[in-house]
């Protein structure tokens, strides 16, 4: 099995910055993509940012884009979200996202790897 750990979450004022990080461990794979989703209270999880295996590749949602920078470290199998102009909207859950291979991929899917979510919330 995969073992998704995130950190990094936390309470700040809109305006702020904050890095999240996704560790990986357990079972191994050739290649992986990872990214970050977000679920607010009451709306259904949401893509915000994937890298590619190789980091060659990122994409982001719209409501993100300028703001966000998401990276990656192979030999650590971390994934980071650095998350800078923070509004109150970006308050959710954070949710790292693990898929083996290297299609890179912005939505859900059955073969996704999940960590347990660590909760930001951006004050007004």
């Known amino acids: 099995q995969v073992q998704l750990v995130e950190s990094g979450g936390g309470l700040v004022q809109a305006g702020g910055s904050l890095r999240l990080s996704c560790a990986a461990s357990?079972?191994?794979?050739?290649?992986?993509?990872m990214g970050w989703f977000r679920q607010a209270a009451g709306k259904e999880r949401e893509f915000v940012a994937v890298i590619s295996w190789n980091g060659g590749s990122t994409y982001y949602a719209d409501s993100v884009k300028g703001r966000f920078t998401i990276s990656r470290d192979n030999a650590k199998n971390t994934v980071y979200l650095q998350m800078n102009s923070l509004k109150p909207e970006d308050t959710a859950v954070y949710y790292c996202?693990?898929?083996?291979?290297?299609?890179?991929?912005?939505?859900?899917?059955?073969?996704?790897?999940w960590g347990q979510g660590t909760p930001v919330t951006v004050s007004s």
């Open positions: 357990g079972r191994t794979f050739s290649s992986y993509t």
């Open positions: 996202r693990l898929r083996p291979g290297t299609l890179v991929v912005i939505t859900t899917t059955p073969y996704d790897y």
